[in-house]
């Protein structure tokens, strides 16, 4: 099979489409032959060893001291079951799904395994496989964050980067909670948060969402540049801030302050039950794709480039062969 092998840590050109053998599923795993997968802020992190401060040697000792350890990366995919272990027995061959190898990589090749009692959910009948796995990074984040936060109809939310992949989706999951949403985001990008149901949207550029007296009950930080430090004046009292973003030291401090919210692998994302609510979400129309961009497989480099830019909108969906259904 060809897979988008990443060589070492580095620019988006250390990514090179090669020749690979294509797994065999185990006795409990599927084998899902792709036809649309993302390149995500999670792929580029890594590809680039480009992570919050104090991050760096964590990285390399999960991921790999010289170079990532499984070359192939790639968080998510949606295609059909090709073929299923002998021990598999809720899915079968030609079954539409979403999956995830979580941070074990793997899905920007054209075939992934993935065990059945991990992250994977049929796609339903009317939905697109490029619509379903465009909602998969963003919306687990935000559904992860959001549920540890326990942001209750009611409550007001700031979101910080609320254009991206996990911005798109913590807008519309915040709206769908009954909260009232202040978006920040680049004046560009005003008008898409607002259709996602933003009550108010502040442009970082000319606004300083800390400095304007208003406060919430929960700041949700995807960018980095809103820490709690910052923030704690914007918090009500009682106000919980989500850390999307974090450095080492911040993250240690997280530990003791009640407020700041992190969420580890253990939380919930990457798992079947948060893939099975996003696709009924998505189906219902609740949630709406935002993809910034379809490209074919084989402009993985490109793709790379357009996340490392920290300016897409929403996802960005890499596509094997025609669009389907
Ligand atoms: N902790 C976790 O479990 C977890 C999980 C997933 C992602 N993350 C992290 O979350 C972050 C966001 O991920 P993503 O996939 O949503 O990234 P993304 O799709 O690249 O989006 C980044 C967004 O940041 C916005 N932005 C750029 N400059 C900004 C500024 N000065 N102030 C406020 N917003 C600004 C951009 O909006 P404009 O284009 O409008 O400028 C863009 O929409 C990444 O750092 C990622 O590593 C953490």
Not at 170 to 175: E, G, P, S
Not at 176 to 203: F, I, M, P
Request: net charge positive; charged share 25%; with cysteine.
């Amino acid at each position: 099979m060809r897979a988008a092998v990443c060589e070492r840590y580095g620019q988006p050109e250390v990514v090179r489409i090669r020749e690979v053998p294509t797994p065999a599923p185990a006795g409990g795993e599927v084998l899902i032959r792709a036809s649309a997968t993302t390149v995500n802020s999670g792929d580029a992190r890594v590809r680039a060893l480009r992570v919050p401060r104090g991050m760096g040697p964590l990285v390399r000792l999960r991921f790999g001291l010289t170079k990532p350890r499984r070359g192939i990366l790639g968080l998510e995919i949606a295609g059909r079951v090709e073929s299923v272990g002998s021990a598999v027995t809720r899915f079968r061959p030609e079954d539409r799904v979403v999956a995830s190898r979580g941070f074990a990589f793997g899905c920007h090749a054209e075939y992934a395994t993935v065990s059945e009692e991990g992250a994977i959910a049929r796609i339903p009948d009317r939905l697109s496989d490029q619509d379903a796995v465009a909602v998969l990074f963003g919306g687990e984040t935000a559904l992860t964050f959001l549920r540890l936060g326990k942001l209750g109809a009611g409550e007001s939310i700031l979101i910080n980067g609320a254009s991206g992949a996990v911005g798109t989706m913590a807008v519309q999951l915040a709206k769908h909670l009954g909260a009232e949403v202040t978006a920040v985001c680049s004046g560009a990008n005003a008008e898409l948060v607002s259709r996602l149901g933003a009550d108010r949207v502040v442009d970082y550029a000319t606004e300083d969402f800390t400095r304007d007296g208003r406060r919430y009950d929960v700041i949700m930080d995807n960018h980095g540049n809103a820490p709690y430090a910052r923030v704690t004046g914007s918090l009500k009292p009682g106000g919980r801030f989500l850390m999307v973003v974090g450095d080492l030291p911040q993250m240690l401090a997280a530990t003791w302050r009640k407020a700041v919210i992190t969420a580890s692998p253990s939380d919930g994302a990457f798992s079947a039950e948060s893939y099975r609510t996003l696709m009924d979400l998505t189906e219902r129309g609740v949630l709406t794709p935002v993809i910034d961009a379809f490209l074919p497989f084989e402009e993985i480099v490109d793709a790379h480039r357009r996340v490392d830019g920290g300016h897409k909108v929403g996802s960005l969906v890499l596509t094997f062969g025609l669009r389907t259904p």
